[in-house]
């Protein structure tokens, strides 16, 4: 990885829960990981499963409450994603970025961080989801940059 993104990495911070990475790097330390990630995310209030999958579906890192099967959730999300670039092709609306599937028994939010690697998050009907969309939003090339 250049400078340049290494110098990005280093302005996010993963403490408290959030998506940032601020980390240091004394000589011979490594850079935070995407397992740092999921683990940062999944210990945010109200988020039940954290996926992060290909395009094909096969599972990189998952982390979640026990009777969830990241195999299984990671396996379902290329349709999804299939069919979403096809409805943005078809409104000229481009290939799908976000989304927030909302179910009787919580959210999923989608992330395509970029051409072969998605972020799934699961989190409780109640979750305020906002901030957690916008530093997706905001962090989606570092979060890239980590797989």
Do not use: W
């Amino acid at each position: 990885m250049d400078a340049t993104k290494l110098k990005r990495l280093t302005s996010l911070d993963f403490t408290h829960g959030t998506l940032k990475l601020r980390c240091t790097f004394p000589s011979g330390a490594g850079m935070p990981s995407i397992r740092d990630l999921v683990s940062a995310i999944r210990r945010r209030e109200g988020v039940d499963a954290v996926v992060v999958l290909g395009r094909d579906g096969l599972l990189i890192d998952s982390q979640s409450v026990p009777g969830m099967d990241a195999d299984d959730l990671a396996a379902n999300i290329p349709a999804i994603i299939a069919a979403a670039d096809e409805l943005g092709a078809s409104v000229r609306r481009g290939a799908l970025v976000t989304a927030v599937l909302e179910y009787e028994n919580g959210l999923a939010i989608v992330s395509v961080l970029n051409a072969d690697v998605i972020l799934v998050v699961f989190v409780h009907p109640e979750t305020n989801v906002g901030p957690l969309l916008f530093e997706l939003r905001r962090n989606r090339e570092h979060i890239a940059a980590l797989v």
